[in-house]
């Protein structure tokens, strides 16, 4: 049977009786230390699932440093009743750390810290326990019995001749809904993002197979085979859209990525605590640009071509020449004075954008170089096995 991890990050910040406390990084919607988290949820609908065995691994990861402690008391707290039904625990930036100390020359980028360093955890840990397949869930989902049966029925074989590393589905809402609400449409791209998604989401249902190649992944529902991940790495320089970006990391690799329109998962995000729109805009166009800048790179290292028609119509529509205007004016468009003056003016939010790109992409392509590399030493650290298999109460 082959070792299967489930991976499910969580997210917290600051307790609802200190709001204004220090943030070091933004998530969509982490959970206040004091309010009832979604994990427990998740948690109960693994306990249901059929087919092989599996473990589980909990990575911590909060808004600022100090919180650290009281997140990992929190989550343990939580995840201890379900020790009954399955294998798991919990991993923190103390682990990130160790694995650091351990391996510098290759690990100085390893941190729980931001989307793109807690998934790249979520493969490094598991690659320490020996891993075969890593399935990557969010902690406010649900899933079905079949889900396991569904996730491990193509990855590892062939598929037309070709190998199935990489595998995405797809999110259903409350009422099993897969596309998402659109409002009016404008006429600018980053207004009409959930309208550009849609389009792309319904290209993928009409296709006439099960299995689909797909410019898009989500990042609670993707599955990882060891000889993709083992090579390709989430890039530490992104801070939003990692799942998709690790799909461009993969393309640019020379892998495919696939959707599997029967691999489904249901999406309860909680209410409690959302981004601003703008804040949430401005880190989708430091993304967009900053991905912009790495496939203009990538022609210079030797990678396999991708270009934006490769990726149409999402994300490809927002890394044309043509981007950079729409996001000015969408910027712009719900800018006010008060929250120019607390995250920056669309002119600044874009020059700034433009600057970390020019200055941070270069990194990703000697990241892809070293990522190999720090798989091989996690994977022969018995050490790091024994510490991480201890708390699932695994036989190494």
């Not at 969509?28 to 059929?50: F, G, K, N």
Request: charged share 20%; aromatic share 10%; with cysteine.
């Amino acid at each position: 049977m082959p070792n299967i991890i489930i991976v499910i990050p969580t997210y917290w910040t600051w307790s609802s009786q200190q709001t204004d406390g220090p943030v070091e990084t933004f998530y969509d919607h982490p959970t206040p230390t004091d309010s009832e988290s979604t994990l427990p949820r998740l948690l109960h609908s693994l306990a249901a699932w059929e087919g092989p065995a599996f473990s589980v691994l909990i990575l911590t990861a909060t808004a600022h440093s100090d919180m650290d402690q009281a997140a990992a008391s929190t989550v343990e707290r939580l995840i201890s009743p379900f020790r009954a039904h399955y294998p798991i625990a919990q991993a923190t930036e103390t682990d990130a750390a160790l694995i650091r100390q351990r391996h510098p020359r290759l690990a100085a980028h390893v941190q729980m810290r931001g989307y793109a360093g807690v998934r790249n955890l979520q493969l490094l840990l598991s690659r320490t326990l020996r891993a075969e397949i890593v399935i990557a869930l969010d902690d406010d989902e649900v899933v079905e019995p079949d889900y396991l049966r569904v996730a491990t029925e193509w990855v590892g074989r062939e598929h037309y001749g070709e190998p199935v590393l990489g595998l995405a589905g797809f999110y259903l809402d409350l009422d099993g809904e897969v596309v998402v609400s659109e409002g009016l449409h404008t006429g600018n791209i980053y207004l009409d993002k959930p309208a550009i998604m849609n389009e792309g989401t319904r290209a993928l249902q009409s296709a006439p197979s099960r299995l689909v190649p797909t410019p898009v992944a989500f990042g609670g529902n993707m599955i990882f085979h060891r000889n993709l991940f083992t090579q390709v790495g989430f890039d530490p320089g992104i801070t939003r859209g990692e799942d998709i970006d690790y799909l461009i990391n993969a393309r640019l690799a020379g892998f495919s990525f696939w959707l599997d329109k029967k691999l489904v998962i249901t999406h309860l995000p909680p209410h409690q605590y959302n981004l601003s729109p703008y804040i949430k805009l401005a880190e989708d166009v430091r993304r967009f640009i900053y991905e912009q800048e790495k496939l203009r790179l990538a022609l210079k290292h030797n990678a396999f071509p991708l270009t934006p028609a490769d990726l149409m119509p999402y994300p490809g529509r927002f890394l044309n020449d043509d981007a950079m205007n729409q996001a000015r004016a969408a910027l712009e468009t719900i800018a006010t004075p008060e929250l120019e003056q607390a995250y920056g003016t669309p002119s600044q939010i874009i020059t700034q954008a433009q600057a970390h790109a020019r200055q941070i992409a270069p990194n990703y392509f000697d990241f892809a170089q070293s990522w190999p590399r720090l798989m091989d030493a996690v994977a022969g650290d018995d050490v790091l096995c024994d510490r991480l298999a201890a708390r699932l109460l695994l036989d190494t």
